[in-house]
C-alpha cells in the first residue's frame, strides 16, 4: 500500500489510543506500521519475508513501540493484542481470516480483495455466499467500507480492495449446542454447495457412523446448501447433536 490517505483512513476506523496493542500481519517495508506507531501503545508487526524484516529494522529504528517477528501469522507465537490495522496478502486472506475470527480482540480494520470482502456480507443464496460468510457472521459483525482502487498498492494487484471493519460478537446470534459440529457440517456443506442437503451430507453421515437413509429425514433435507441461512446450519447441527 503506497497510498497514506488510505493508511491514516485504516487507523481512523479502528479508533487508536495509547491503550492499544495492534496487530500487522504482513508488514512490508513498514509504510503502514509507521503511521500505526505514534498512535497506539504498541505494535506488533509480523513478516514472512526475511529481506522484509531486515528492512523493516532500519524503517522503524527510530520507533521504539514497535515489536517485528519473522515468520507465518498462522504458526507464529503472537503476543495479545486487541487491534489489528493491516493489509494482508491477498492469497492467504481466508486462512488469516479464520484464523483471526478464533481469537479474542476488539476491533480489525483490513483491507481485503474487494470480491472477498463481498463474500463476508453476501446474502443467503447468492453466488458469493459461502462458508466464509456464514462463519464470519457468526464469529463478528462485519462492516465494508472504502473501495480501494488497485493503484493504490505497489506493484498494483489485478483487482481493487475494499476496507472491511470486524468486531467481535461478545454472544453469538445463536447458539449450537455442539460448536465443534457446526463448524465441521458448515465446512463440510460449502463443498458441496449447489446439492441439496440430503445429497450433500452423505459424507458427513459416514464419517460419523449414521445410516445415510437418515439424510431424508433431517430438517431442509430438500434444500440446496446455498439456501440454507446461517442460522439454518445451527439447526441442522443440533439435530446431528441430539
Not at 513478516?47 to 515489536?67: F, G, P, Q, Y
Request: net charge neutral; charged share 30%.
Amino acid at each position: 500500500m503506497t497510498d497514506e490517505g488510505v493508511l491514516h483512513t485504516m487507523a481512523f476506523y479502528a479508533s487508536l489510543s495509547k491503550d492499544d496493542v495492534v496487530l500487522e500481519i504482513g508488514a512490508g517495508f513498514g509504510a503502514l506500521t509507521r503511521v500505526l506507531a505514534p498512535l497506539c501503545g504498541k505494535v506488533i508487526a509480523v513478516e514472512i519475508d526475511h529481506k522484509l524484516i531486515e528492512a523493516l529494522k532500519i524503517e522503524t529504528a527510530n520507533l521504539e513501540n514497535i515489536t517485528l517477528i519473522e515468520g507465518n501469522i498462522l504458526e507464529a507465537e503472537i503476543p495479545a493484542f486487541n487491534k489489528v490495522v493491516s493489509n494482508p496478502p491477498f492469497h492467504v486472506s481466508s486462512p488469516i481470516l479464520f484464523w483471526l475470527l478464533k481469537r479474542k480482540f476488539d476491533c480489525a480494520v483490513l483491507t481485503f480483495q474487494k470480491e472477498f470482502a463481498e463474500r463476508l456480507v453476501a446474502q443467503v443464496g447468492s453466488r458469493d455466499y459461502s462458508r466464509l460468510t456464514v462463519e464470519a457472521y457468526y464469529r463478528a459483525e462485519v462492516e465494508r467500507l472504502d473501495l480501494v482502487p488497485k493503484e493504490t498498492f505497489y506493484p498494483p494487484p489485478n483487482v481493487d480492495a475494499r476496507i472491511v471493519r470486524l468486531k467481535p460478537r461478545k454472544t453469538p446470534p445463536f447458539q449450537p449446542k455442539n460448536e465443534e459440529t457446526f463448524h465441521e457440517l458448515v465446512r463440510t456443506l460449502f463443498t458441496q454447495r449447489n446439492k441439496k442437503v440430503r445429497n450433500a451430507v452423505q459424507g458427513f453421515l459416514s464419517k460419523h457412523g449414521e445410516k445415510k437413509e437418515l439424510a431424508d429425514s433431517l430438517l431442509f433435507h430438500d434444500k440446496r446448501v446455498r439456501e440454507l441461512a446461517p442460522e439454518d446450519f445451527g439447526a441442522l447441527a443440533d439435530e446431528f447433536a441430539q
